[in-house]
């Protein structure tokens, strides 16, 4: 990574900047940064958005490969959540084996990608909660499971699972509450006969909406216009169950058409990176669970 960021590094330094400072100095709108930034004169040429996940989850300290026996992971484009061999559902776990402290409150990552954005925040709340990414591409799930036993954290898990087929499940056997679920940037299945595929089906909603505990939050984003409104849609269906965020944190703004204004969870995700970096808009909501 050192040599390959080495231009961003001293773009940075011209600015006495971190990279990531420079990044946020940037007085450009984010939707111009970097590619056409003659401020912080990174180019398209000099940094890559692969680096900027890298720098973005720099203090992991994650390595590339973290296991012989797993060698390099290639990331096929979609799974097809419908394929008989994904119907069966995930084996429950032991979760006194895979939590150090199972009673925790638990966050839900559905189709958690490459678990980063999960890592992360497993570290920065090593005692509050445990954390559970659900994934349906194996690879991207024991990479992540290395990883987090690499780096020590006991209240991070990753399975893999269709969450379709399995989220009910997993959810009602945890031992302690269900405090947060998160779908982020879900594949979009563009097609209309491929809607059926997407993750978040009427099912998955109101399992979700039934197992969150009064006060417990569901995050949605998505970079897809559509895929967002559709989400969104299926949400707010149940409004006499879950408010939005807005309207009960005033700390936390949404624009004139109900979309939040920032991300509130201090760290982007992978996919959100990519679209920050290629200048496209996320669509996000978070919902809580009314008392
Ligand atoms: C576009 S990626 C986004 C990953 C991550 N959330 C992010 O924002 O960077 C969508 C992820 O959802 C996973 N996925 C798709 N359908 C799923 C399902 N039914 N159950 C679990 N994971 C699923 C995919 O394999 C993929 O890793």
Redesign the pocket.
């Given at each position: 990574m050192a040599t390959a960021l080495l231009p961003a590094r001293v773009a940075a330094s011209r600015h006495a900047l971190s990279v990531s400072q420079l990044i946020r100095t940037c007085p450009l709108e984010p939707k111009f940064f970097p590619k056409r930034c003659g401020f912080c004169a990174i180019s398209a040429q000099l940094i890559r958005s692969p680096q900027l996940v890298e720098l973005e989850y720099a203090e992991l300290n994650l390595p590339r490969n973290p296991s012989e026996e797993l060698g390099h992971v290639r990331i096929r484009q979609h799974?097809n959540?419908l394929r008989s061999s994904l119907s069966v559902p995930a084996e429950i776990p032991d979760w006194s084996r895979v939590f150090k402290d199972p009673a925790l409150p638990l966050m839900v990552d559905?189709?958690?990608?490459s678990g980063r954005?999960l890592l992360w925040l497993a570290r920065r709340n090593p005692d509050l909660q445990n954390y559970l990414g659900?994934?349906?591409?194996q690879k991207?799930v024991k990479r992540a499971d290395c990883w987090a036993k690499g780096i020590g954290l006991d209240n991070v898990h990753f399975m893999f699972?269709?969450?379709?087929i399995s989220f009910q499940s997993m959810v009602s056997t945890y031992p302690g509450p269900l405090m947060f679920v998160s779908v982020?940037?879900?594949?979009p299945h563009f097609k209309k006969r491929h809607h059926k595929r997407r993750?978040v089906q009427k099912p998955l909603v109101a399992s979700i909406v039934d197992s969150l505990v009064p006060g417990g939050k569901v995050f949605i984003q998505s970079d897809v216009f559509e895929v967002a409104l559709d989400m969104r849609d299926q949400f707010d269906e149940h409004s006499h169950v879950l408010e939005h965020i807005d309207s009960i944190d005033p700390s936390i703004s949404c624009d004139g058409d109900g979309w939040l204004v920032d991300n509130p969870m201090g760290i982007r995700?992978?996919?959100?990176i990519h679209v920050d970096w290629e200048g496209g808009r996320v669509y996000r909501r978070m919902y809580q669970k009314r008392n």
């Open positions: 799974v959540p559905i189709g958690c990608g954005f659900l994934e349906i591409r991207l699972a269709n969450a379709t982020l940037c879900p594949d993750v995700t992978e996919r959100e």
